[in-house]
């Protein structure tokens, strides 16, 4: 058995290596998000929550290097391998070769750029809140290319494939996982 990362060591390893403070809002987020995923799955909510907060480690530091240089810093860090599959996984396609295999890396890559996309709908509107945003709102932004345009939509629609969701659901709980860390992503 694996040995479990605590939130607050992926915390402070996130904080470290990202001073942007958009970027860690962006990272929990997509913890908030993974953890309502985790509920639906009956998975572990800890586990899912620590994978979307880690998935951008080595982001702003290492830009070129994304999702290669995560792995060597969570090894540095004594993470388990399942843990730093995961987070590398998130950039199938795009800057790996690491295919998303279990519930986690398959449901981390398909909502990873849809919280991006919802956070820029949700400062839209006049309560710049995630809390009154509506899937049909998050929608039309979807489909409007200019909008929020580096979001990668074919990302978003081959990871709803992946985990055989349609995007109106994977939209709709997305949206209620950042919900519950509203406060803390100032949305």
Same mark, same amino acid.
């Given at each position: #058995?694996?040995?479990?990362? /605590?939130?607050?060591? !992926?915390?402070?390893?996130? =904080?470290?290596?990202? *001073?942007?403070? +958009?970027?860690?809002? $962006?990272?929990?987020?997509?913890?908030?998000? #993974?953890? $309502?995923?985790?509920?639906?799955?009956?998975?572990?909510? *800890?586990?899912?929550?620590?994978?979307?907060?880690? $998935?951008?480690? /080595?982001? &702003? #530091?290492?830009?070129? @290097?994304? =999702?290669?240089?995560? @792995?060597?810093?969570?090894?540095?860090?004594?993470?388990? &391998?399942?843990?730093?599959? +995961?987070?590398?996984? $998130?950039?199938?396609? %795009?800057?790996?070769?690491?295919?998303?295999?279990?519930?986690? &890396?398959?449901?981390?890559?398909? %909502?990873?750029?849809?919280?991006?996309?919802?956070?820029? !709908?949700?400062?839209?509107?006049?309560?710049?809140?995630?809390? /009154?945003? &509506?899937?049909?709102?998050?929608?039309?932004?979807?489909?409007?290319?200019?909008? +929020?345009?580096?979001?990668?939509? /074919?990302?978003?629609?081959?990871? =709803?494939?992946?985990?055989? #969701?349609?995007?109106? *659901?994977?939209?709709?709980?997305?949206?209620?996982?950042?919900?519950?860390? +509203?406060?803390?992503?100032?949305?």
């Amino acid at each position: #058995m694996e040995e479990k990362i /605590d939130r607050e060591k !992926a915390w402070d390893l996130l =904080c470290k290596y990202n *001073k942007s403070d +958009a970027l860690r809002k $962006h990272g929990l987020a997509v913890e908030g998000a #993974m953890r $309502h995923f985790a509920k639906l799955y009956g998975e572990d909510e *800890k586990l899912w929550g620590v994978i979307g907060l880690l $998935h951008d480690i /080595d982001y &702003e #530091m290492y830009p070129d @290097q994304h =999702c290669v240089k995560s @792995q060597e810093i969570m090894r540095e860090e004594n993470f388990p &391998e399942s843990y730093i599959r +995961a987070v590398a996984s $998130h950039g199938y396609n %795009i800057v790996v070769d690491i295919k998303p295999e279990s519930n986690a &890396e398959k449901v981390l890559y398909t %909502i990873d750029e849809l919280t991006g996309l919802i956070s820029a !709908a949700a400062l839209m509107r006049p309560s710049k809140s995630v809390m /009154d945003l &509506e899937v049909k709102s998050v929608k039309k932004k979807f489909k409007t290319k200019g909008f +929020a345009a580096g979001v990668d939509r /074919d990302v978003i629609l081959n990871g =709803c494939k992946m985990i055989d #969701m349609e995007l109106d *659901k994977v939209i709709e709980n997305t949206i209620l996982g950042m919900r519950d860390v +509203a406060e803390s992503i100032g949305l």
